[in-house]
């Protein structure tokens, strides 16, 4: 709420481009943090949520019981009329031609449309639509000048550029019912509904512009007698009239030379010393709102928005005025002393007493109190102002204000207050946002990981948990390098990350629930769909699923001797079964020396095709030197077999060579070597 008039009426605008600055949503979302230490953006009184266009709003209208506000965005070029029900539209009719205004006549139950054109006698039109018949009844031929024959489209059924036209109408429903039709012409014709003839013309006797040659009506009211009318021209003069003369009583200028738009007669059925106990009438152009003394003429306040006024309404009884401008923000104002504030805003008298120190003391609101409006304040109890050392201030200035069991102070005197008293508060406020992340930090490491408690697809939850985990801890690390400071994140990255924002909405979203509780919905990890999408992953083995252990090198070895021995024991014709285990070529140390093995030296064990020798001596030395190879003078190699090392490259035609290969016996009492690194030696 923001004082926008320092006059000795204030005028607060309550919504408005004056009052915020209107920020696009996408905008107002990414700032949303920053905003919150704005101080206008965060003491803003958002009077109607969403009321709102996205380009221009043309005209706004209160209901007689102050409960409902309607308003039309931008016009669209249509010759149509919609009837509208609380559940959308009722019904649509055509118009003949184009309408400048919209009345309803309660007593006759019909529909008042002024239009623009003339017929075919060269008369201006009112349309008539009676709402209890369902049809167009006879309209009201008025006066309006004729066609414009000179420019394009003169003679046709909309007529010329420069055709005239009735441009509004008034009823005078708290008395006589008289209908009053302003037209292009600068003249007022009044008609009775009764007898359906015309009653009287009113000549403004307005002089002719210089530029536009004729000054229209653009605006008419009556007041609530039924004897006063306001005409309002094209040039920006208001005229005051009594019916019972032709001469105007009041002639006003509104300052601008735009046309008249609204005139309204102010007078509220409530009324107190600190409010206006005088009627006042209200004139608006489309640059300024003025509210002045119909006795006089002499101003009493005025408003001018930053943007276009295209209407103005008077909540009824009220000091609210609703305003359809251009801009997408509708604007609304409150004078309280016009009236108090409406039903549905009662809140906004609290604010306003709060504001002035009596509310009914018509002195209240004058010039000299005007600067100690509470745009911005603090609430300070007597304990913390002597902690600010502004004890001393108490009864010597309007800076402090007692109020309950306090007082309110200044926001800009608060802040210089707190930072004399403190001046290294700035640095603690941030050392101390830097401990509390590096707390939560410490605790998230000593916290582990998250688990995730469901009935199925337990792994999925929890590799989705532990993705989370890890996207807070990179950004608590950007936090804590760049400070401390979250808004310097924010802007840095712009949005969230998409993995944390992922994970929450998939474990919390009802439309997921089934995948984490029925086991319909499983994931089968042994699929052959599975492995193809994820080769890298390992399936969970359950106890029914779990491979069989295998037998390593020493063991093999060791079931060998045994098959061996006893094999040398029992007869030829017996045979013990022998364990096949595939060799892996690895023994492991670990396994070594849990099998009860001894470190020993290591030995070597030839195959050979003599009879075997149990006698023979088994020591590494002498095997070497009975196998030791002697060469002849030829030069070539004899002995028991000949092994070649010389690798070929087989093509798909060449004929396969065998090579004898010598006969290999085992012996009985000699173990294998196999899975010995002294393989084949």
Not at 477 to 490: S, W
Not at 565 to 576: H, L, P, Q, T
Not at 634 to 639: A, D, H, K, T
């Amino acid at each position: 709420m923001k004082l926008s008039n320092h006059s000795a009426v204030p005028v607060y605008t309550i919504a408005g481009s004056s009052t915020a600055r209107p920020l696009p949503e996408w905008l107002a979302r990414k700032r949303k943090r920053s905003l919150k230490n704005d101080a206008e953006y965060a003491n803003r009184v958002e009077l109607l949520q969403d009321f709102e266009f996205e380009e221009a709003s043309q005209c706004v209208r209160v209901s007689e019981d102050g409960d409902w506000v309607m308003s039309t965005g931008a016009p669209v070029l249509d010759r149509s009329l919609e009837l509208h029900t609380p559940s959308g539209c009722h019904y649509t009719t055509r118009l003949p031609r184009y309408g400048r205004d919209l009345k309803y006549d309660r007593r006759a139950a019909e529909i008042i449309v002024p239009a623009v054109g003339v017929n075919e006698a060269g008369n201006g039109e009112v349309f008539r639509l009676n709402l209890e018949l369902g049809r167009y009844m006879k309209a009201y031929e008025v006066d309006v000048g004729g066609d414009d024959l000179t420019t394009a489209g003169g003679g046709a059924l909309q007529g010329g550029i420069g055709t005239g036209a009735v441009n509004t109408a008034a009823i005078a429903e708290e008395s006589h019912n008289l209908l009053a039709f302003g037209t292009s012409s600068g003249t007022v014709e009044f008609w009775d509904q009764r007898s359906r003839r015309n009653a009287a013309i009113l000549h403004t006797g307005a002089q002719e512009d210089l530029l536009d040659g004729r000054q229209e009506i653009t605006a008419l009211e009556f007041d609530h007698s039924g004897l006063g009318l306001a005409a309002g021209s094209s040039t920006g003069l208001i005229h005051l009239y009594d019916l019972r003369s032709p001469r105007p009583l009041l002639k006003k200028d509104q300052g601008y030379g735009y046309p008249i738009q609204t005139l309204i007669y102010l007078r509220s059925n409530t009324s107190s010393r600190a409010q206006a106990s005088e009627p006042k009438i209200l004139s608006a152009d489309k640059r300024i709102i003025k509210i002045w003394d119909p006795q006089d003429g002499s101003p009493w306040t005025s408003v001018e928005p930053a943007v276009d006024i295209n209407c103005v309404a008077w909540c009824k009884d009220s000091g609210m005025l609703l305003t359809a401008n251009e801009g997408r923000q509708q604007h609304s104002f409150f004078i309280p002393q016009l009236g108090p504030a409406p039903r549905w805003c009662s809140f906004l008298d609290n604010l306003v007493e709060e504001m002035a120190e009596d509310p009914n003391d018509p002195n209240a609101f004058t010039s000299q109190n005007v600067g100690q409006v509470y745009d911005n304040y603090k609430f300070l109890t007597l304990q913390q102002l002597e902690s600010l050392n502004l004890s001393h201030l108490i009864g010597t200035t309007s800076l402090l204000r007692p109020y309950m069991h306090g007082y309110f102070v200044a926001q800009r005197l608060y802040e210089e207050a707190k930072l004399i008293a403190n001046p290294f508060v700035w640095e603690e406020e941030r050392n101390k946002r830097i401990k509390d992340k590096i707390d939560s930090e410490r605790e998230s490491r000593i916290r582990g990981n998250k688990r995730a408690t469901v009935k199925v697809n337990k792994r999925l939850a929890e590799k989705m948990l532990e993705r989370q985990e890890k996207a807070e801890r990179r950004r608590a690390k950007r936090v804590l390098e760049k400070g401390g400071d979250d808004e310097v994140v924010d802007h840095q990255e712009g949005d969230p990350q998409p993995a944390q924002t992922e994970s929450k909405s998939l474990l919390a979203d009802a439309r997921f629930a089934r995948l984490f509780e029925d086991e319909d919905f499983a994931i089968d990890e042994t699929s052959r769909e599975f492995k193809m999408i994820n080769p890298s992953t390992k399936p969970t083995a359950t106890d029914d699923t779990r491979p069989e252990r295998k037998l390593t090198a020493v063991e093999e070895e060791v079931v060998d001797d045994q098959s061996d021995s006893d094999s040398s024991e029992s007869s030829a014709s017996e045979k013990a079964p022998e364990v096949k285990a595939k060799d892996n070529g690895r023994v492991s140390s670990m396994s070594y020396k849990k099998s009860g093995h001894q470190r020993q030296q290591p030995q070597m064990h030839v195959s050979s095709s003599k009879p075997p020798n149990r006698t023979q001596d088994r020591s590494f030395g002498h095997r070497a030197a009975a196998n030791q190879v002697t060469k002849p003078s030829n030069g070539m190699m004899v002995g028991e077999r000949e092994m070649t090392f010389a690798p070929q490259r087989r093509g798909k035609g060449a004929s396969k060579v065998e090579k004898p290969k010598p006969e290999r016996r085992r012996t009985e009492g000699r173990r294998s070597a196999s899975g010995n690194v002294f393989r084949n030696m």
